[in-house]
């Protein structure tokens, strides 16, 4: 069984600062790995993911995650946060070996940039 | 990214009635869609996924009955709460992938709070 952990519940960073929301999974096989963040009563947007190749990964709004396959983990930073980013952050993976498209979440964290 | 659109995103109804939430995917087909709940403070929870023209597989513990879910087309979905009560109250999301392999991201819409008075 996959499972996905977000040991954080809350993070706050000063605008500025650096930021890292932090994620460690547990599968099978080979993971694939997500980022995703929602606003308060939306949907979840698509941050960035980890398939294979360079561990470390860039995608939007000037987020990156590093993939660590030894410490089983892919936690998501930004070297300046911004008050914008203040948000719920959710870690998923899938296993492709599993023979399903479902993602498992984290229970997610939230994220508070202080001005 | 592909947008899927939820409608709608509020929605109020008296215990006993039912209510259907639309999952649209706008501008890609939708082989596979997935319905989640999501609890104050807490994570997603998948209630059932939903491939177009088949019947959907519901997670243990959500009775099929209660959450009836329709996949009639590639680009839309339906989650209908069937003789509501107030512990439903909840925020619902659907996703929706395009059948690319299992390194494609899914897409959400933008949510639903079903509240049931």
């Known amino acids: 069984a996959q499972s996905v952990a977000q040991p954080e519940d809350q993070v706050n960073v000063a605008e500025g600062n650096p930021l890292t929301v932090k994620c460690t999974y547990s599968v099978s096989g080979n993971p694939y790995l997500f980022w995703y963040v929602q606003y308060p009563n939306r949907g979840l947007q698509f941050l960035l993911k980890y398939i294979t190749g360079d561990n470390l990964v860039k995608g939007s709004y000037g987020f990156e995650a590093e993939f660590n396959k030894s410490q089983t983990s892919f936690h998501l930073k930004k070297p300046s946060a911004l008050v914008s980013d203040s948000a719920l952050y959710f870690c998923?993976?899938?296993?492709?070996?599993?023979?399903?498209?479902?993602?498992?979440f984290g229970k997610g964290t939230k994220l508070s940039v202080i001005p | 990214g592909a947008v899927v659109s939820q409608h709608p995103s509020r929605v109020i109804c008296k215990s006993g009635t039912s209510v259907k939430i639309e999952c649209r995917s706008l501008?890609?087909?939708?082989?596979?869609m997935f319905w989640y709940r999501q609890f104050p403070k807490k994570s997603l929870m998948l209630m059932a996924t939903s491939n177009e023209g088949s019947k959907a597989t519901y997670e243990q513990g959500v009775e099929k009955d209660k959450f009836l879910i329709n996949h009639a087309s590639l680009t839309l979905s339906t989650l209908t709460v069937t003789s509501a009560h107030p512990e439903d109250s909840s925020f619902y999301i659907c996703s929706a992938r395009d059948g690319g392999g299992a390194g494609t991201e899914a897409f959400f819409g933008q949510g639903t709070r079903l509240t049931v008075v």
């Open positions: 501008d890609f087909q939708a082989t596979t």
């Open positions: 998923a993976v899938r296993d492709p070996g599993a023979g399903s498209y479902q993602l498992t």
